[in-house]
């Protein structure tokens, strides 16, 4: 799986019921083959998916409110069930700048059925 067909996955996993109360926008970056960056605005139930490069960065600052990395074989891993979002978080395999409480509200809509990130 590489990285457009990972981000293919999430867009299929998506969960509008439980991104209701959520209105933020991510920059979820896939390192390795065929990697990149995406653009991700959740609002009210709804997840955009779009294709970003980082030369677009403003003041070398993307426009979002949480930043995900992670290398292409470890997503592949989480989105297997082979390892939790909570312990790909926590063991820094999964990387997350800006606010926590974001990235963890991503486990409900996108791996429903697996510990919270804390």
């Known amino acids: 799986m590489v990285g457009e067909q990972k981000i293919e996955e999430l867009r299929k996993r998506f969960?509008?019921?439980?991104?209701?109360?959520?209105?933020?926008t991510y920059l979820i970056t896939v390192h390795g083959e065929s990697g990149g960056a995406w653009l991700t605005k959740i609002?009210?139930?709804?997840?955009?998916?779009?294709?970003?490069?980082?030369?677009q960065d403003k003041d070398g600052v993307a426009p979002a409110d949480c930043l995900i990395s992670?290398?292409?074989?470890?997503?592949?891993l989480?989105?297997?069930?082979?390892?939790?979002?909570m312990t790909a978080a926590l063991s820094g395999v999964l990387s997350i700048e800006g606010e926590?409480?974001?990235a963890m509200q991503l486990v409900p809509i996108f791996f429903?059925?697996?510990?919270?990130?804390?």
């Open 112 to 118: 429903e059925g697996q510990a919270p990130f804390i």
């Open 78 to 85: 989480i989105l297997n069930g082979k390892m939790s979002a």
């Open 70 to 76: 992670v290398a292409a074989d470890d997503l592949e």
């Open 15 to 24: 969960k509008p019921e439980n991104a209701r109360n959520l209105s933020a």
């Open 100 to 102: 926590l409480g974001l």
């Open 43 to 55: 609002s009210e139930g709804t997840c955009e998916f779009t294709p970003y490069d980082r030369t």
